[in-house]
């Protein structure tokens, strides 16, 4: 199973919602990782996990929390976004964190805010 | 200060071969990556370089040169399926799993 998944595929929310965006992976994978993605622009870096713990975080607004509750799933928890945040979130998990390791993505949420 | 170079778009014609190329320059190197994303889909790997020369997958070979801080991607005998952004990717940081994308290259096939 290569397979990493993402739910919900799409989601609607406004300004002062609260929602969640989950993703599993079950290839024994022990780093997770967070992209947001505008159209036509390269994946952005958000938050890196590894071994369930935040190792990296690209100075993203704490609009965006995430949650990694054991080594297969990841939650991006979110509150009070803008319009301006409305994109592609995709996560991603690679073997073990280390340097050099190939990242495989799932199908992503597309996200927008009204 | 890190910076990945790659053509905007590029189109070529069915059955043909192309190369994207790739420069970069970053503090530190890791590795290369190449990835294919169609619209609207998640990006998929292609293929890992860290070491300079030529891997060849298939239809699929990306070559790196760590002293010019070049690689490319070169496609054979291309199909329609091939219509696709790919990118460049580095994990040029010393931060594990830190990788960065280029603007990617949008590949457009005609038949």
């Known amino acids: 199973d290569t397979e990493v998944t993402q739910t919900p595929k799409h989601l609607v929310m406004g300004m002062t919602n609260k929602k969640s965006l989950k993703c599993e992976q079950h290839m024994g994978h022990r780093a997770m990782y967070w992209y947001k993605q505008k159209a036509k622009k390269p994946p952005e870096l958000m938050f890196v996990?590894?071994?369930?713990?935040?190792?990296i975080n690209e100075s993203v607004p704490s609009r965006f929390s995430p949650e990694c509750p054991n080594s297969s799933l990841l939650n991006l928890h979110l509150h009070a976004l803008q319009p301006e945040d409305s994109a592609l979130y995709l996560c991603a998990s690679s073997q073990g964190g280390d340097d050099g390791e190939t990242q495989y993505f799932g199908p992503g949420t597309r996200l927008l805010v009204l | 200060g890190q910076n990945i170079d790659q053509p905007t778009e590029m189109t070529a014609t069915e059955g043909a071969i192309v190369q994207i190329n790739c420069t970069y320059q970053?503090?530190?190197?890791?590795?290369l990556f190449w990835y294919q994303q169609h619209a609207g889909e998640a990006p998929t790997f292609l293929s890992y370089n860290v070491l300079d020369g030529l891997e060849e997958k298939g239809r699929f070979s990306s070559f790196l040169s760590r002293s010019k801080g070049y690689s490319y991607l070169l496609l054979k005998e291309l199909q329609m399926k091939d219509s696709a952004s790919y990118l460049c990717?580095?994990?040029?940081?010393?931060?594990?799993?830190?990788?960065?994308f280029g603007s990617g290259t949008r590949l457009s096939i005609r038949p």
């Open positions: 996990y590894s071994y369930e713990k935040l190792s």
């Open positions: 990717a580095v994990n040029g940081d010393s931060s594990a799993s830190k990788i960065i």
């Open positions: 970053t503090s530190g190197f890791n590795g």
